[in-house]
């Protein structure tokens, strides 16, 4: 900007005029030099560019908010079609549960239907009995006999009615059958329609996104240099972004050691759950004959026509002879050399060694367990079946080791039981002297609670029953020797040689 002289001095040359020396009569006035001033300064200022630059950024967001506004009415459109989804899923599964009831009830009264039309077919047909037919078209047809036509009608009739009960079941099935097919149908429309809209939304996002990457690069490109920025303003924001970058790097760290700790806690949790899950199968058995016992408890305390025999069975069992696997767990805890070495002659095997190979293998512990009961069945009253399972026992053993040729503790038990041939008829001969042991032990029980003077219809049938096809080797003919021979001694008829002596 140039500087005004004052009028006092009119010998000063201006340089911006080539005219030579002002005189005091034309001076330069204030407003003019102002005028230069301001229109060097709007010299390095472009007006046009910076307002092209406005103009392209104006019809950027001209064309950009009716596609927001398309993107945002798109996005609702795939959350109302994929609630939409949600429901008719919803009411597929609805559909596919009333369709599994109606199929239910029909194969319920189909099962029950066929029994009694079995029971119908298979009964004692006399002489003068009306016959029954069963067409191919489900039709019962019946002729009337001479002697029982009335009964034959009403059991026509009750079958009738159990076929006409599950032809409803069936036809039932068939209103509600179309059900699941056609939601699935809607369902499978909604998927297409929500393809459409996910598919519109991806297209309407990439737009917008390239759009305003290309908005960035034009205001980069016509934007000024931003080298002419204030040191003091780029050196504040420069230290800002450390100390954003410094908390974060806290926070990383932080999440690090919580990462770390998380990970501890989860080993230890895995490793007390793994503990747990191995104490809890050691003490399933004791649990199991527990539960058996209370079971038997629970049945003894209703009405006899209402009681569950085989739990009843099951808790006896469990209460006097207990289970290999209960015994064992018991044993290995207590740690007494005297009950190990009790354990090893009840049941044939050292307690480790049923606790470690035991669980899984069910054919070697019904063995262990059907060695106990014979043990105790033959300690008590000394039969035959009782002798030939001991001596069938002891082969077995002797088979398990020439079969390995190692010590026992390294067999593999169930696989010689379920694979092996041998192994399979020593299980077969096993099972078999086990149930007749068994067997004659719960007659013996029986006879020893009510004492009879005169056997009944059933007993008296039983021993006059010819048993010689049996062969004298078979464990039924040889019971009903014993049982017999200890009827003959008991009988107050009978003089003993001992008794005549004297």
Same mark, same amino acid.
């Given at each position: 900007?140039?500087?005004?002289?004052?009028?006092?001095?009119?010998?000063?040359?201006?340089?911006?005029?080539?005219?030579?020396?002002?005189?005091?009569?034309?001076?330069?006035?204030?407003?003019?030099?102002?005028?230069?001033?301001?229109?060097?300064?709007?010299?390095?200022?472009?007006?046009?560019?910076?307002?092209?630059?406005?103009?392209?950024?104006?019809?950027?967001?001209?064309?950009?908010?009716?596609?927001?506004?398309?993107?945002?009415?798109?996005?609702?459109?795939?959350?109302?079609?994929?609630?939409?989804?949600?429901?008719?899923?919803?009411?597929?599964?609805?559909?596919?549960?009333?369709?599994?009831?109606?199929?239910?009830?029909?194969?319920?009264?189909?099962?029950?239907?066929?029994?009694?039309?079995?029971?119908?077919?298979?009964?004692?047909?006399?002489?003068?009995?009306?016959?029954?037919?069963?067409?191919?078209?489900?039709?019962?047809?019946?002729?009337?006999?001479?002697?029982?036509?009335?009964?034959?009608?009403?059991?026509?009739?009750?079958?009738?009615?159990?076929?006409?009960?599950?032809?409803?079941?069936?036809?039932?099935?068939?209103?509600?059958?179309?059900?699941?097919?056609?939601?699935?149908?809607?369902?499978?429309?909604?998927?297409?329609?929500?393809?459409?809209?996910?598919?519109?939304?991806?297209?309407?996002?990439?737009?917008?996104?390239?759009?305003?990457?290309?908005?960035?690069?034009?205001?980069?490109?016509?934007?000024?240099?931003?080298?002419?920025?204030?040191?003091?303003?780029?050196?504040?924001?420069?230290?800002?972004?450390?100390?954003?970058?410094?908390?974060?790097?806290?926070?990383?760290?932080?999440?690090?050691?919580?990462?770390?700790?998380?990970?501890?806690?989860?080993?230890?949790?895995?490793?007390?759950?793994?503990?747990?899950?191995?104490?809890?199968?050691?003490?399933?058995?004791?649990? @199991?004959?527990? *539960? =058996?016992? &209370? %079971?038997? $408890?629970?049945?003894?305390?209703?009405?006899? +026509? !209402?009681?569950?025999?085989?739990?009843?069975?099951?808790?006896?069992?469990?209460?006097?002879?207990?289970?290999?696997?209960?015994?064992?767990?018991?044993?290995?805890?207590?740690?007494?050399?005297?009950?190990?070495?009790?354990?090893?002659?009840?049941?044939?095997?050292?307690?480790?060694?049923?606790?470690?190979?035991?669980?899984?293998?069910?054919?070697?512990?019904?063995?262990?367990?059907?060695?106990?009961?014979?043990?105790?069945?033959?300690?008590?009253?000394?039969?035959?079946?009782?002798?030939?399972?001991?001596?069938?026992? @002891?082969?077995? *053993? =002797?088979? &398990? %080791?020439? $079969?390995?040729?190692?010590?026992?503790?390294? +067999? !593999?038990?169930?696989?010689?039981?379920?694979?092996?041939?041998?192994?399979?008829?020593?299980?077969?001969?096993?099972?078999?002297?086990?149930?007749?042991?068994?067997?004659?032990?719960?007659?013996?029980?029986?006879?020893?609670?009510?004492?009879?003077?005169?056997?009944?219809?059933?007993?008296?049938?039983?021993?006059?029953?010819?048993?010689?096809?049996?062969?004298?080797?078979?464990?039924?003919?040889?019971?009903?020797?014993?049982?017999?021979?200890?009827?003959?001694?008991?009988?107050?008829?009978?003089?003993?040689?001992?008794?005549?002596?004297?």
């Amino acid at each position: 900007m140039q500087i005004t002289t004052p009028p006092s001095q009119p010998d000063q040359v201006d340089n911006n005029n080539d005219m030579g020396p002002t005189s005091s009569s034309q001076p330069q006035t204030p407003s003019s030099s102002a005028l230069s001033a301001a229109m060097a300064t709007s010299d390095r200022f472009d007006f046009e560019a910076e307002y092209e630059n406005l103009k392209h950024n104006l019809k950027f967001f001209d064309e950009a908010i009716p596609k927001k506004k398309d993107l945002e009415r798109a996005v609702e459109a795939l959350e109302s079609a994929t609630s939409e989804k949600s429901m008719l899923q919803e009411h597929k599964r609805q559909a596919e549960a009333v369709l599994g009831e109606k199929k239910q009830n029909w194969k319920e009264l189909r099962t029950a239907h066929h029994i009694n039309q079995e029971k119908w077919k298979l009964r004692a047909i006399k002489g003068d009995d009306v016959l029954f037919k069963f067409d191919n078209h489900l039709e019962y047809r019946y002729f009337a006999g001479l002697g029982d036509q009335i009964e034959v009608a009403q059991e026509n009739l009750r079958l009738l009615e159990e076929r006409r009960q599950v032809v409803q079941a069936y036809l039932a099935i068939d209103e509600v059958r179309q059900g699941p097919k056609t939601w699935q149908d809607r369902i499978d429309h909604q998927d297409q329609k929500i393809k459409k809209c996910e598919e519109e939304v991806l297209e309407m996002k990439q737009a917008l996104h390239d759009a305003l990457e290309q908005l960035r690069t034009n205001n980069r490109i016509r934007s000024p240099s931003n080298d002419s920025e204030n040191p003091l303003l780029k050196s504040t924001r420069l230290k800002e972004k450390d100390e954003e970058i410094a908390s974060l790097s806290k926070q990383i760290c932080g999440w690090e050691e919580f990462r770390g700790s998380m990970e501890k806690l989860y080993e230890s949790n895995k490793q007390t759950i793994t503990s747990l899950e191995i104490k809890i199968e050691q003490d399933e058995p004791l649990l @199991k004959v527990g *539960m =058996d016992i &209370l %079971r038997r $408890k629970q049945e003894m305390e209703k009405p006899k +026509a !209402d009681r569950d025999m085989a739990a009843i069975e099951r808790g006896n069992k469990a209460a006097h002879f207990g289970t290999a696997l209960a015994d064992a767990r018991r044993v290995v805890s207590g740690s007494v050399a005297e009950e190990q070495a009790w354990h090893s002659k009840f049941y044939g095997f050292d307690a480790s060694f049923v606790l470690e190979n035991g669980l899984g293998a069910p054919k070697f512990l019904e063995v262990v367990d059907w060695h106990a009961a014979v043990k105790l069945f033959h300690n008590n009253m000394r039969c035959y079946p009782s002798f030939a399972f001991i001596n069938c026992f @002891k082969g077995f *053993m =002797d088979h &398990l %080791r020439s $079969k390995h040729k190692v010590q026992l503790a390294s +067999a !593999d038990i169930e696989t010689y039981l379920k694979d092996d041939q041998q192994g399979k008829q020593d299980y077969k001969n096993l099972k078999m002297w086990y149930e007749a042991a068994y067997a004659l032990h719960k007659k013996r029980r029986a006879a020893q609670a009510v004492p009879r003077a005169v056997g009944t219809e059933n007993e008296n049938r039983w021993r006059s029953r010819d048993m010689s096809f049996f062969g004298s080797d078979h464990p039924l003919k040889q019971m009903q020797d014993v049982e017999n021979t200890e009827e003959l001694n008991n009988s107050p008829n009978t003089i003993s040689p001992q008794k005549s002596y004297r």
